[in-house]
């Protein structure tokens, strides 16, 4: 799957400024949209745009559109499609990018989170990708690959703790009073 995304202003709407957590100021209303290409048409397969705005005084998704030329495949859409994804864009990936001296609106969103991960896929290809994510994030891991694979940061230890099942990790660290100790 070939998604891509990207964050935009609103063309209409009252302008008002939200201070995210990071100290970084988000100008809202935002439209977030998210779509597949066809792989070699480049017309969408499917879109969805989002508008998020302020609703006492935080960023809340207001309007969700979805379209596709072929209709809807509404079991699909309850099953795997993750609502809260273009909230998280304006209040955790767009502040980002602005303390790290991005443009939100150059960068294309991290598509992944639009799409909920099908649970059968724990390939131990995958949990091999997850341990190494894991180890190279250290802590924190869980909600910075929550955000990235679109799922609970309880579903990523999950996977932390299948892979060390599958020794694809070794032994989980024993802990102590006073917190971690390595094995």
């Known amino acids: ?9 609103a063309p209409d709407g009252r302008r008002r400024a939200w201070k995210a957590p990071n100290g970084q100021t988000v100008v809202l209303p935002l439209l977030v949209t998210a779509w597949e290409p066809h792989p070699l048409t480049g017309e969408y397969l499917w879109k969805v ?3 998020v705005d302020l609703v006492d005084r935080k960023p ?13 495949d509404t079991a699909h859409l309850q099953r795997d499609f993750r609502w809260a994804t273009p909230a998280d864009v304006v209040t955790q990936w767009a502040p980002q990018q ?22 059968q896929e724990l390939t131990d290809e995958f949990l091999q990708q997850i341990g190494a994510e894991y180890l190279e994030l250290g802590r924190g891991y869980t909600s ?16 932390v703790e299948k892979a060390r099942e599958r020794g694809l990790l070794g032994a989980a660290p024993k802990r102590g009073k006073t917190g971690v100790i390595e094995p």
């Open 1 to 9: 799957m070939n998604l891509r995304s990207r964050l935009e202003a």
């Open 49 to 51: 745009t989002a508008r």
């Open 60 to 72: 809340q998704t207001v309007e969700v559109v979805v379209s596709t030329p072929d209709g809807l």
């Open 98 to 119: 602005l303390a790290d001296g991005l443009d939100p609106f150059v960068e294309e969103p991290p598509p992944e989170g639009w799409i909920a991960f099908e649970r």
């Open 144 to 159: 910075a690959l929550a955000a990235k694979y679109g799922t609970t940061p309880r579903t990523v230890r999950s996977w």
